[in-house]
């Protein structure tokens, strides 16, 4: 069975500061797919990153950073430099390949509450 | 703003009460994804659609029932309302025929069982 497990449930943090994100997962597939979405205080679940099984290069994107470990089952993610507006709930998921072809449901970890004081 | 489109954005009713969701995919997409939101089980999956055929299942009750229609748009129906039936549902939205799809959210409908 799929899971993910987020640890953290709130996190806070003055502006500046730099915060990492865990995000540990369970799967019996040998090919499978990791996502973050952040929930700001609006609601909304917004994509930030997709990453799969088979592609461990960690990646950055301004402010942002992911490190995907297979051997640890982790896919964590880093904010640098943090700043008001990165206050959010912000979700990791897992998901599978449907009948090998298509992507399937996301199994989402409970979420990490990130406040960030200026 | 993701492309997806869901209606209305807040709704309060009784219960065993009926209720409608709708959601508009992204534009070329075919796939329609709900989710549920609550405190006590999180972002949980409910059913998937694409090209107006049921694809998978998740955690959804019988009391619930969705269909997606020619112009893929999608309804979720809620009947029989219980008050933990409250939750932000999510519809998202995705090519649906590849393993590189990513699913895209609406904005959420937030409903209010009282």
């Known amino acids: 069975a799929q899971k993910v497990t987020q640890a953290q449930t709130e996190i806070s943090v003055v502006e500046k500061e730099d915060v990492t994100l865990d995000c540990v997962y369970e799967?019996?597939?040998?090919?499978?797919?990791l996502f973050w979405y952040k929930q700001p205080p609006s609601g909304e679940l917004v994509f930030l990153i997709r990453?799969?099984?088979?592609?461990?290069q960690n990646e950055i994107s301004g402010r942002y950073s992911w490190n995907f470990q297979k051997s640890t089952s982790s896919f964590n993610f880093t904010i640098t430099a943090s700043q008001v507006v990165d206050s959010a709930v912000y979700f990791c998921a897992l998901s599978e390949a449907l009948r090998g072809s298509t992507l399937g449901r996301l199994y989402f970890g409970r979420g990490t509450q990130l406040t960030v004081w200026p | 703003d993701s492309g997806v489109t869901q209606t209305p954005k807040h709704l309060i009713t009784a219960t065993g009460q009926r209720v409608t969701l709708r959601c508009s995919p992204r534009?070329?997409?075919?796939?329609v994804y709900w989710y549920q939101q609550s405190l006590d089980q999180g972002l949980q999956f409910l059913i998937q659609?694409?090209?107006?055929?049921?694809?998978a299942k998740g955690n959804i009750l019988e009391r619930f029932s969705a269909q997606q229609f020619p112009d893929l748009h999608s309804e979720l129906n809620l009947s029989s309302l219980e008050l933990g039936d409250s939750a932000l549902y999510f519809c998202?939205?995705?090519?649906?025929?590849?393993?590189?799809?990513?699913?895209?959210f609406g904005p959420g409908t937030r409903l209010t069982v009282l």
């Open positions: 534009s070329g997409d075919l796939s």
């Open positions: 659609y694409y090209n107006g055929e049921e694809r």
């Open positions: 998202a939205s995705g090519q649906g025929d590849r393993v590189t799809d990513t699913q895209y």
């Open positions: 799967t019996r597939d040998t090919t499978y797919y």
């Open positions: 990453r799969n099984s088979f592609d461990e």
